[in-house]
């Protein structure tokens, strides 16, 4: 039973475009939601976060949207650039119940 | 600020052979989480400790996993009787509180089990 799921396992984006990473939930109980971006041989760091009190959160490139309704959010990275080619893991949490979404694979071609 | 260590970075231990994973957590924290990555899977959550004591094991394997996070040292993932479906990744994550409203995770560069 997956309570996170990130549908596309794999992204490609020109270099400068837009980079739109979808995330969806089953459980109306999250409360928080947080992006994590992890490169081969490293472990995930911790990139974006969003309340569920809010619809949006912007940090530089990156934005993350959140419809409640839909249960169903996205991390915007806009311009593109080679070095955010990495897996983006979606997770969600409330109380001490913290769960990952299975990761989408960002490439962004020069 | 040293960040979160785990070690060894990579294990190879043959089927039946015990694994042993450690985890120091960034300095100040006393929370502890692992979590095992399957090839082409996400991570997948194991355990939550807080010092001495198991908060939440609900998705550790009921049989031959065990975890420990003692009052002093690193905490310990011990895989007994390892078989080949335990190869995976296994990522430590520390934080200052408990998990919660706001609680970021702050992962280790991960141990990559290999049994053969």
């Known amino acids: 039973d997956q309570q996170v799921k990130q549908n596309s396992p794999s992204l490609s984006v020109q270099e400068g475009r837009i980079s739109i990473l979808n995330c969806d939930y089953t459980?109306?109980?999250?409360?928080?939601f947080l992006w994590y971006k992890k490169y081969p041989a490293e472990g995930p760091t911790f990139l974006i976060s969003i309340s569920s009190i809010k619809d949006k959160n912007e940090d530089g490139r990156f934005t993350v949207f959140l419809n409640k309704s839909a249960k169903h959010l996205s991390l915007h990275i806009v311009p593109s650039q080679p070095g955010d080619s990495a897996v983006y893991f979606c997770a969600a949490n409330y109380g001490q119940n913290f769960v990952f979404g299975p990761g989408t694979r960002l490439s962004v071609l020069p | 600020n040293a960040g979160v260590m785990q070690n060894p970075r990579h294990l190879v231990r043959r089927r039946g052979q015990e694994a042993r994973l450690r985890c120091s957590p960034m300095?100040?924290?006393?929370?502890v989480y692992w979590y095992r990555q399957l090839p082409e899977e996400g991570l997948k959550f194991m355990v939550y400790l807080q010092k001495e004591n198991i908060i939440d094991e609900s998705g550790m394997p009921k049989e031959r996993f065990s975890a420990e996070f003692p009052k002093e040292g690193p905490s310990i993932l011990r895989i007994q009787q390892v078989v080949r479906g335990d190869s995976a990744a296994y990522f430590c994550?520390?934080?200052?509180?408990?998990?919660?409203?706001?609680?970021?995770?702050?992962f280790g560069p991960g141990t990559r089990l290999t049994v053969l």
């Open positions: 300095k100040g924290h006393s929370h």
């Open positions: 994550a520390s934080s200052l509180i408990g998990t919660g409203r706001g609680t970021e995770q702050f």
């Open positions: 459980n109306s109980m999250f409360d928080y």
